[in-house]
């Protein structure tokens, strides 16, 4: 049974394991010395500019903290959302790999504004401090919502007055292109580097770390074996990104899953206690709702509880979900909130965009 907990729940794209199957034939040279990591180069070219430098990795944790590795120095700190998968979800890899500090930036439904990141500039020439140098944003967000071309705009515009560089943590890029109507390489002006996630949206596996500016690569490929994501087997990673850039398997898999997150919205308006927690921009569906009904939804089909103290949920819709999966999910659902008398959200419970650190 399909589950709204993550779109990595899903399975594989048929698509991609055509690719996959393809690529299996033969021998080739490994760690990258091979036709389908050439050609997977290309396709990132021709999607973000001639300029562009791609590297295949296997986690996007791995693309987060290698992309920052690349840029900084030991005395670098990087501005990042107070709710980032990198301050929140790393496990701790950015402060052990890179040894750098990250500071917490308060993001208001997801996204880091300017003025809140203005408060973090420090006296460059103060050695008691760790020096802000990176501002990463995250695209779509954590909460589903999406910075506007005009809002990464400004971000990038402040990155560049105050030499700081601009990192994308694309896990959910292809959402956000298809939502906002705009090409990947639209997408990521101004960005110095990407974290490009595809294997939420139908690979088996493999991100990449792309470099949108000349000579930021230059130590990135000794970074990566230090960093255990040099594969062996590249041949095969390099298959998987190829086809999902070159055969638009992106886009079809990402209209796809944000098609779904609206028909799950608007199947769930008129249900008494539920109520949405953030705009529905992309794929995920965030939404405060009694905690009573939690836990037999939970069991019905699974999905995360986002914030216990404010009862709000995310249900994330995959490429591969399935009218039917949420027309059932929607009927169980209005029955547990038919069943009693709901107290509806906690008065008390902040919005999730209040919750700071
Ligand atoms: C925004 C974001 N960035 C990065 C990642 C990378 O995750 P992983 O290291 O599990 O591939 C995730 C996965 O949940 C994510 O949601």
Redesign the pocket.
């Known amino acids: 049974m399909r589950s709204f907990a993550?779109d990595?729940n899903a399975g594989v794209d048929p698509r991609i394991l055509a690719a996959l199957g393809a690529a299996n034939q033969g021998h080739a040279i490994g760690y990258g010395a091979d036709e389908w990591t050439r050609r997977m180069e290309q396709a990132f070219r021709e999607a973000f500019g001639p300029e562009t430098r791609a590297y295949a990795v296997l986690?996007?944790?791995?693309?987060?903290v290698l992309s920052l590795a690349a840029l900084l120095e030991p005395h670098h700190a990087v501005l990042c959302a107070h709710n980032?998968?990198l301050w929140v979800?790393?496990g701790g890899a950015p402060e052990r790999f890179l040894g750098a500090k990250l500071i917490p930036v308060r993001a208001k439904a997801g996204k880091l504004q300017v003025a809140d990141l203005a408060a973090e500039l420090q006296d460059p020439k103060d050695e008691h401090r760790a020096q802000p140098k990176l501002i990463s944003v995250?695209q779509a967000t954590?909460v589903g919502t999406l910075y506007s071309l005009a809002e990464l705009a400004e971000i990038a515009a402040f990155a560049r007055e105050h030499d700081f560089y601009l990192h994308m943590?694309g896990?959910?890029l292809a959402n956000a292109a298809v939502a906002l109507n705009c090409s990947l390489a639209e997408l990521v002006r101004g960005v110095d580097v990407l974290?490009f996630?595809a294997?939420?949206n139908g690979l088996l596996c493999g991100?990449a770390v792309v470099f949108l500016r000349p000579g930021l690569d230059r130590r990135f490929k000794f970074l990566r074996k230090q960093g255990m994501q040099l594969i062996s087997k590249m041949r095969f990673v390099s298959a998987q990104l190829e086809a999902y850039l070159s055969q638009q398997i992106w886009a079809d898999n990402a209209r796809h899953a944000n098609a779904m997150a609206q028909y799950l919205a608007k199947a769930i308006v008129d249900i008494p206690g539920v109520e949405l927690a953030f705009e529905v921009e992309s794929n995920a569906v965030f939404v405060r709702l009694p905690t009573a009904l939690i836990a037999p939804l939970q069991a019905h089909r699974y999905f995360y509880v986002w914030d216990e103290r404010a009862a709000i949920a995310r249900w994330m819709t995959a490429f591969d979900t399935q009218t039917d999966d949420i027309d059932d999910f929607v009927e169980v659902l209005r029955q547990l909130a038919s069943q009693q008398t709901l107290p509806g959200p906690a008065p008390h419970s902040p919005p999730l965009h209040e919750v700071c650190p």
Do not use: I, W
């Open positions: 993550s990595n986690t996007g944790t791995g693309a987060n980032s998968h979800d790393e995250t954590e943590d896990a959910r974290s996630g294997t939420k991100e």
